[in-house]
Nanobody, 124 residues
Framework: QVQLVESGGGLAQTGGSLRLVCAAS????????MGWFRQAPGKEREFVAA????????WYTDSVKGRFTISRDNTKNTVHLQMNSLNTEDTAVYYC?????????????????WGQGTQVTVSS
C-alpha cells in the first residue's frame, strides 16, 4: 500500500484557481499511475485525472479538459492538480489515488490506495 496525503484544498470563487498536492510514501513511486478523483455531496466518486509514471501520459475526464492539469515530480514523490477556471460544479472532496501501472491503458479500477481527501469549495 502507498500512503497518500493531500493538501491545497480550500475556497475559491468562480473563475479562480487552486492547486492540490499529494505526497506519496511507502512504496516506489515510479511503479504507480497517480490520479485524482472527486466526490460531490450526494454523488458517487468520479475520476478526474491521472498520469503515468514514466512517460507522463495524462488522462482527464471531459468536464475538466482544458481547465485542470495533472503533473508529477518523481524526485519528490508528489503529484499535483492545477485547477483553473473553477466553477461551482467543481465543488467536491478531492482524493489522491495510486494504482500500479500494469498496462499502457488506464483502468481506474486499478487505483487501490487512497488519501484522506481535501475539500474544494467554489462559490459563485
Amino acid at each position: 500500500q502507498v500512503q497518500l496525503v493531500e493538501s491545497g484544498g480550500g475556497l475559491a470563487q468562480t473563475g479562480g484557481s487552486l492547486r492540490l498536492v499529494c505526497a506519496a510514501s511507502g512504496r516506489p513511486f515510479i511503479l504507480y499511475n497517480m490520479g485524482w478523483f472527486r466526490q460531490a455531496p450526494g454523488k458517487e466518486r468520479e475520476f478526474v485525472a491521472a498520469i503515468s509514471p514514466r512517460t507522463f501520459t495524462t488522462w482527464y475526464t471531459d468536464s475538466v479538459k482544458g481547465r485542470f492539469t495533472i503533473s508529477r515530480d518523481n524526485t519528490k514523490n508528489t503529484v499535483h492538480l492545477q485547477m483553473n477556471s473553477l466553477n461551482t460544479e467543481d465543488t467536491a472532496v478531492y482524493y489522491c489515488a495510486a494504482g500500479l501501472a500494469l498496462r499502457p491503458v488506464l483502468d481506474t479500477s486499478d487505483f487501490r490506495s487512497w488519501g484522506q481527501g481535501t475539500q474544494v469549495t467554489v462559490s459563485s
